[in-house]
């Protein structure tokens, strides 16, 4: 029984070995097991149709809803880029999506197009600055009225500060996560 016992206490200490070092260093394996990439042609249409890294879109999609399609945030984001209803009616205006409904939002397929969209939207409003992703992040984390007024109190040359400590992480998960999804899953 001490020999059993003995040999199970050396297997649990191996796979936490192991296990502390995945997390640690993210191997591709490691990648691919804890972060998904659902709903990959879709994502890569879209990423291309709007001049995205489907990388980018990839972090976006997992840092808003994990890849569930049915996720709904209590601020009524809905769906896989958690969109607001609102938002999502300017984009469907803009892009000729008429016939619009909130309940589209659930749909995959729409969800990543109008995200897509939204992300690339706000990537060319901050392409002139420096900080022009981080800025669009922010923006879609935080609102575009937010980052417009960061943007607007900071000296010229100076970067800009993002006072919302909820945006910079969130903009510090996606830039990292972009990073996993081009190395786990090969993705530009």
Do not use: C
Not at 30 to 41: A, Q, V
Not at 67 to 95: C, V
Not at 147 to 164: C, E, H, L, N, Y
């Amino acid at each position: 029984m001490r020999r059993f016992l003995a040999l199970l206490a050396a297997v649990a200490l191996a796979v936490a070995v192991v296990g502390v070092w995945a997390v640690r260093t993210e191997p591709d394996w490691y990648i691919r097991m804890r972060y998904p990439l659902d709903y990959e042609w879709i994502l890569e249409a879209h990423s291309d149709n709007y001049g995205l890294a489907p990388s980018l879109v990839a972090a976006v999609v997992y840092s808003e809803s994990g890849f569930d399609p049915k996720a709904k945030s209590p601020a009524g984001a809905i769906g896989l880029m958690q969109l607001l209803p609102d938002t999502a009616q300017g984009i469907a205006d803009r892009t000729g999506g008429g016939g619009f409904v909130p309940a589209d939002l659930y749909d995959p397929e729409i969800n990543v197009r109008y995200g897509s969209w939204y992300l690339r939207h706000l990537q060319r409003k901050y392409a002139d600055h420096p900080q022009s992703l981080d800025l669009a992040l922010a923006a879609y984390n935080a609102g575009q009225g937010n980052v417009d007024r960061w943007v607007d109190a900071t000296p010229a040359g100076a970067p800009v500060a993002i006072p919302f400590a909820e945006t910079r992480a969130y903009v510090a998960k996606v830039r990292h996560l972009q990073g996993l999804y081009r190395r786990g899953y090969g993705l530009r």
